[in-house]
């Protein structure tokens, strides 16, 4: 106990002194200090911290005032693993949250004991230090697939289930297992964006090759020889060109062919002769490439 100017103070179970008598009884004393000095009344949104850490530490210079939420996050963001009342549940029951050293919340129970013996087997996991032999083991766990099973990982490489169950949670493999199919799928998609801008880029060299010989040379020739059978048709593969162009542009919108568009594809699919010197000219771009 300790005497304040408040009155007697005893240290409550989180290490915050309580006043225990007269006028203040039950008030937490770092509170009750900070409002005298700076003569005001703390927000119910607001928390007082102590700078040092120290709940014992009552010094006016050690107090600073922050919001619930910077005051939570302040202690969540800390270099290691705690415990953080997070309020009442539905039944009026204490609340308890357990927080990794990143400041992620790892689970939630009313039950404090319990989230200190996950806190401390949490803490003996991480000191577990990963060495080739548990990344041989996820490499073959990783390469079973899907349907992947310590049993038959066991069963391959001779190590007790019961082992590979603690390096699989010691060492995240879901986790990693996780974001190693993400990275897969992105090179997937990358490569695919990548042939999809080869393809319009082919096309739209062909579909010019085409205007030049049989729009633009015939015309400035004084000739009208043309394979193309109509002014529409010279409209439409000019537009679709324009199209392939934005698309290169605008890859976001690729997928977003308006109704015009659509009739441009159609137009070129539908016309034998066109399509089939698009797929000569593809062909042959695609054995220059080759060679």
């Avoid at 992947?148 to 060492?171: A, M, P, V, Y």
């Avoid at 015009?260 to 797929?279: A, G, R």
């Amino acid at each position: 106990m300790i005497k304040t100017e408040f009155g007697n103070a005893l240290p409550n179970s989180y290490g915050h002194y309580i006043i225990s008598d007269g006028k203040y009884r039950g008030q937490r004393l770092h509170r009750l200090r900070y409002e005298a000095c700076h003569n005001i009344k703390i927000p119910d949104d607001c928390d007082i911290h102590h700078i040092d850490e120290d709940k014992s530490n009552n010094d006016i210079n050690n107090l600073v005032m922050m919001t619930h939420t910077e005051h939570t996050l302040h202690h969540k963001t800390l270099n290691e693993w705690r415990i953080i009342k997070k309020g009442i549940d539905e039944n009026g029951d204490q609340l308890w949250a357990l927080y990794s050293p990143s400041g992620e919340k790892v689970r939630t129970s009313t039950n404090k004991n319990r989230l200190m013996r996950s806190m401390e087997r949490r803490k003996k996991q991480e000191a577990m230090k990963e060495k080739p032999k548990h990344d041989i083991a996820f490499e073959k766990y990783y390469d079973m697939g899907e349907n992947r099973t310590l049993k038959e990982l066991s069963e391959e490489t001779g190590i007790h289930k019961q082992t590979l169950s603690t390096w699989k949670n010691s060492f995240n493999w879901e986790e990693k297992i996780d974001n190693r199919d993400k990275g897969q799928l992105q090179i997937i998609q990358r490569d695919r964006l990548e042939a999809n801008q080869e393809a319009r880029s082919i096309y739209q060299e062909t579909i010019r090759q085409i205007m030049k010989e049989q729009v633009i040379q015939p015309l400035m020739n004084g000739t009208f020889d043309i394979e193309v059978k109509n002014i529409s048709d010279i409209k439409r593969l000019i537009e679709l060109d324009n199209m392939l162009a934005r698309e290169d542009k605008e890859e976001n919108r690729q997928a977003e062919l308006d109704a015009k568009d659509k009739e441009i594809v159609n137009l070129i699919e539908s016309d034998e002769d066109t399509w089939e010197m698009l797929t000569k000219k593809l062909v042959e771009k695609q054995g220059d490439n080759n060679g």
